[in-house]
């Protein structure tokens, strides 16, 4: 088999690595790499990134990462920064407060769309020497050794081998799945305008249905005065599979009266939406998937979004991932025994990430009377221990580093 010299790919060849999926965990991963040495292949099923405007809340800690892939200035110009996190339960008592400047960081986070974030990593990681194909869908993984990598390409069935093959396709393929959770909720993702300033606090509400967060984003709400006075949000609305449909689908006049009686009065009237899109909401959780095979990001995990974790524990994925093949020799890349050290250097944060994210919804996505009064004290109790609180944003936002 020829092997692939630069970013030029002929046909049946042979590469080190081949990531699975562009996008944005598999391209930060493309990105990490960079400077290895080594021979990348990224396969893309989609001729073009981007057209997905779901909000993502990035830690801090995504930030220092994007920033050291080179990305994150391009990003700046469009994020909103959150300094403030509210929350609170609808019908109950109890809530917290979280300040960037009481956990001694200048912003907690901030709000970006995927398709932006996708694409600037994409665009960085073609200009690096990994050879970046779009329209390039996996339709096989063989665990050999080497690994081989069937895919369509250009109409033609093509096959690669690699040491090491890292499925980044957001768990599309179902490899290794272990676990799927359905939690039978829809996350309704939308862009709101109301008529006070958001002042970079973001809002997340628990209903019986389902989390209602409400996220500062100054940037997509196509609001231009709107944005201007920093009155756009990003809605995630999470509720029942009928209930997202009928949000869809009805008026805007209607859903900013539904979304009044939901959220309360904290942002004022809400005068505007645009952009309404319903995702089905699932955990899913996978094992190493074979020898010379690994999966990173939403292929490894997918969390449900109350907690605003997936993309900032799929980063971290990608990054240590980098770290293990950039900091090691690469005669074993892909063994066993390889492997079992990257599953056991991301143990303790993926852990960390799926259970806090799965008891966050089974705590609060229920409307009994003793659960509404226990989560309420927990709130208030929450809301009056500082170095608790401080625990709760490091760990939301570095993983176990922090
Ligand atoms: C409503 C909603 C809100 C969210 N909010 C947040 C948030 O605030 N913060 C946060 O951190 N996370 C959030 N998430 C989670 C976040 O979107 C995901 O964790 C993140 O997109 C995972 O990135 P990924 O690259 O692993 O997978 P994906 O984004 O799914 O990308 C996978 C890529 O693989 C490609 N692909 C698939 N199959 C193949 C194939 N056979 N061959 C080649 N390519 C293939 C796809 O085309 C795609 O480009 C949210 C999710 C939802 C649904």
Redesign the pocket.
């Known amino acids: 088999m020829a092997e692939i010299a630069g970013n030029e790919f002929a046909g049946n060849e042979s590469a080190d690595i081949v990531i699975?999926?562009?996008?944005?965990?598999?391209?930060?991963l493309a990105l990490v790499l960079r400077d290895s040495g080594l021979r990348i292949v990224l396969?893309?099923?989609?001729a073009a990134?981007g057209g997905?405007a779901?909000?993502?809340?990035?830690?801090y800690g995504?930030r220092l990462i994007l920033e050291r892939l080179g990305v994150w200035p391009a990003l700046a110009a469009t994020a909103t920064p959150i300094r403030n996190i509210h929350v609170s339960q609808r019908g109950g008592f109890g809530r917290v407060d979280l300040a960037a400047s009481e956990a001694g960081f200048s912003e907690l986070g901030y709000?970006v769309d995927?398709g932006r974030?996708?694409h600037s990593l994409?665009q960085a990681a073609a200009a690096t020497s990994a050879s970046c194909l779009t329209g390039?869908?996996?339709?096989a993984t063989h665990s050999d050794d080497p690994a081989r990598v069937n895919?369509e390409y250009e109409g033609e069935q093509r096959e690669l081998t690699a040491a090491l093959v890292v499925l980044?396709?957001?768990?599309?393929?179902g490899e290794s799945i272990t676990e799927v959770i359905d939690y039978q909720q829809c996350?309704?993702?939308a862009r709101v305008v109301s008529e006070r300033p958001h002042n970079n606090t973001a809002y997340e509400r628990f209903t019986a249905q389902g989390p209602l967060?409400l996220?500062p984003d100054s940037k997509n709400s196509g609001d231009k005065e709107a944005e201007l006075e920093g009155r756009g949000w990003a809605l995630?609305w999470?509720t029942t599979p009928e209930h997202a449909r009928q949000l869809c689908a009805m008026a805007p006049g209607v859903f900013l009266t539904e979304l009044r009686a939901a959220f309360g009065g904290r942002a004022g009237d809400f005068t505007a939406v645009s952009g309404r899109?319903a995702?089905p909401?699932h955990r899913r959780r996978a094992q190493a998937a074979a020898d010379h095979i690994v999966l990173?990001?939403?292929?490894?995990q997918?969390?449900h979004?109350v907690?605003?974790?997936?993309?900032?524990?799929?980063?971290r994925?990608a990054w240590e991932l980098g770290e293990q093949i950039t900091g090691q020799s690469t005669d074993a890349l892909g063994s066993g025994a390889w492997l079992s050290a990257y599953q056991s250097r991301r143990r303790l944060d993926r852990g960390a990430g799926i259970g806090f994210t799965h008891a966050l919804v089974e705590l609060f996505s229920n409307d009994l009377l003793p659960l509404r009064i226990f989560r309420g004290t927990g709130l208030a109790l929450l809301g009056c221990m500082p170095p608790l609180k401080n625990f709760l944003v490091r760990r939301m936002t570095f993983g176990p580093r922090g």
């Open positions: 699975v999926g562009g996008g944005p965990v598999g391209s930060a396969l893309e099923a989609r990134g997905d779901r909000p993502l809340a990035l830690s995504s709000v995927y974030v996708a994409a390039a869908r996996v339709t895919f980044a396709d957001g768990g599309a393929a996350a309704v993702t967060a996220l995630v999470t899109v995702y909401l990173i990001g939403n292929a490894a997918t969390l979004p907690a605003g974790q997936g993309f900032n524990l799929g980063l994925d």
